[in-house]
């Protein structure tokens, strides 16, 4: 049995992706690996695209700060970061992002709070994750791949997003296409 297509095709997405958008929220939830707590770190452009995820064992500064950089390698440093009322971003933020307006409010987060639903609902539907590896491989392309087909429906008028749905799976057809040349 081959290596699953789906991380290839999270790939071709991630690489005809827009540029991110300059203002992210980052957020933190708990996750039970095999009986463990884990924190999934996630980042969310202003547009509601997943950047990149991580799942660490703690929620603490150091945690942060690995995560932050992570971020700031791959897209750049942001203009603005928004984040929970959770103190361990402050000096990481202060630190490898300086210049970057940092909000920390509960109320203004909500739109990473709404991309953590899609993952606990296959969550539950996969019966919980193996592994802190399984957990990001997965949650890396299905972040990607959940993008693609669905486009956020409460800023689009029905027709909008009949041709929407119409254009991910002409989208899905030629990475598929791509992945069996």
């Known amino acids: 049995m081959g290596e699953p297509v789906w991380p290839a095709l999270a790939h071709c997405i991630k690489r005809d992706r827009p540029a991110a ?3 992210w929220h980052l957020d933190e939830v ?4 095999n009986g ?3 924190w999934l ?5 202003g547009r509601g695209d997943v950047l990149d995820i991580l799942v660490q064992p703690r929620r603490n500064a150091k945690a942060a700060k690995r995560f932050l950089r992570q971020l700031i390698a791959r897209f750049g440093q942001p203009r603005g970061i928004i984040t929970d009322k959770l103190r361990s971003y402050i000096k990481p933020i202060r630190q490898l992002a300086p210049d970057a307006d940092h ?6 987060n909500n739109r990473i709070e709404g991309s953590h639903r899609p993952t606990r609902k296959q969550e539950k539907l996969m ?13 890396a ?7 693609v087909f669905r486009p956020r429906r409460y800023q689009l008028f029905a027709i909008s997003y009949r041709h929407a749905r119409t254009d991910a799976f002409g989208i899905w057809e030629d990475y598929a296409a791509e992945m069996a040349a």
Do not use: C, Y
């Not at 770190?41 to 452009?45: H, I, L, N, S």
């Not at 019966?127 to 949650?139: D, H, T, V, W």
């Not at 392309?141 to 993008?147: G, L, P, S």
């Open 30 to 33: 708990v996750v039970p690996i």
């Open 41 to 45: 770190w996630r980042a969310v452009d």
């Open 141 to 147: 392309a299905h972040d990607q791949i959940n993008t």
């Open 103 to 108: 909000r920390a409010h509960k109320g203004i």
């Open 36 to 38: 463990v707590k884990m």
């Open 21 to 23: 958008a300059d203002r």
């Open 127 to 139: 019966g919980r994750f193996k592994s802190s590896r399984q957990a990001e491989r997965f949650l």
